[in-house]
């Protein structure tokens, strides 16, 4: 199994501000994936990670609004650009080793 | 869109076995069928999955029908702690092509009452 850390657990940000999410894998992963949940609703996949090549995102988010790092094996941020109310969400980092381990999320409020 | 079924909600007495149906009819021959959960304001956890064999670990029982276009998670003894939204996702089980990520339906929520 992988542990995964998410920083951080939570924030309240004012609109039209950034936010970076980082997500510390205690293994070394070749993919990782930043998911968004917003309030009542299921899980949908923003990106898939490799590292060493650019993020593969998903219809309905680009990289402008949703860029991802991913330096090395065991590290990716994701960064909330220009935020608005809307970006309000539970923003979940995983890694997949033939079953999937999710950090415990990042809790966004945009005001 | 997801390539499950799964019914909203569910209650289960605490103690009892609590039986969760998934339909995925149209699996294909290399999809496997995961189970996962997710207690209020944690992160999804992996539970269990299965081809067409029934599976069973130390967290629960998945009985996959001959046909695999359906399929049960069984919480053999529920405690309250099991209350949670459970999803049901089928996929193939290694990396490589656009089908290997994780599509969350909107998945069961099972209500554990004493």
């Known amino acids: 199994s992988a542990v995964i850390s998410q920083k951080p657990s939570r924030d309240i940000c004012q609109r039209g501000t950034s936010l970076t999410i980082q997500c510390q894998v205690d293994?070394?992963?070749?993919?990782m994936f930043w998911y968004r949940q917003q309030p009542g609703q299921s899980l949908t996949l923003i990106a898939t990670a490799n590292q060493g090549s650019e993020a593969t995102y998903e219809s309905g988010f680009v990289i402008d609004k949703f860029p991802i790092s991913r330096p090395n094996l065991t590290f990716s941020t994701l960064t909330v650009s220009n935020m608005s109310p809307e970006d309000s969400s539970i923003y979940l980092c995983?890694?997949?080793?033939?079953?999937?381990?999710f950090g415990q999320g990042t809790r966004l409020t945009v005001v | 869109d997801a390539k499950t079924t799964q019914p909203p909600s569910m209650d289960c007495a605490e103690g009892r076995a609590a039986n969760l149906p998934c339909n995925h009819s149209?699996?294909?021959?290399?999809?496997?069928v995961y189970w996962y959960r997710q207690i209020h304001s944690q992160g999804p956890q992996y539970i269990i999955h299965g081809l067409k064999n029934n599976e069973t670990n130390e967290m629960a029982s998945l009985i996959i029908t001959e046909d695999r276009k359906s399929s049960t998670l069984i919480l053999p003894h529920a405690t309250l702690r099991d209350t949670a939204v459970y999803y049901c996702?089928?996929?193939?089980?290694?990396?490589?092509?656009?089908?290997?990520?994780?599509?969350f339906g909107k998945g069961t929520l099972l209500t554990v009452n004493p």
């Open positions: 149209t699996i294909s021959g290399n999809e496997y």
């Open positions: 996702i089928v996929r193939v089980s290694q990396s490589g092509g656009s089908n290997y990520k994780l599509t």
């Open positions: 995983s890694v997949d080793q033939t079953e999937a381990f």
């Open positions: 293994s070394q992963v070749t993919m």
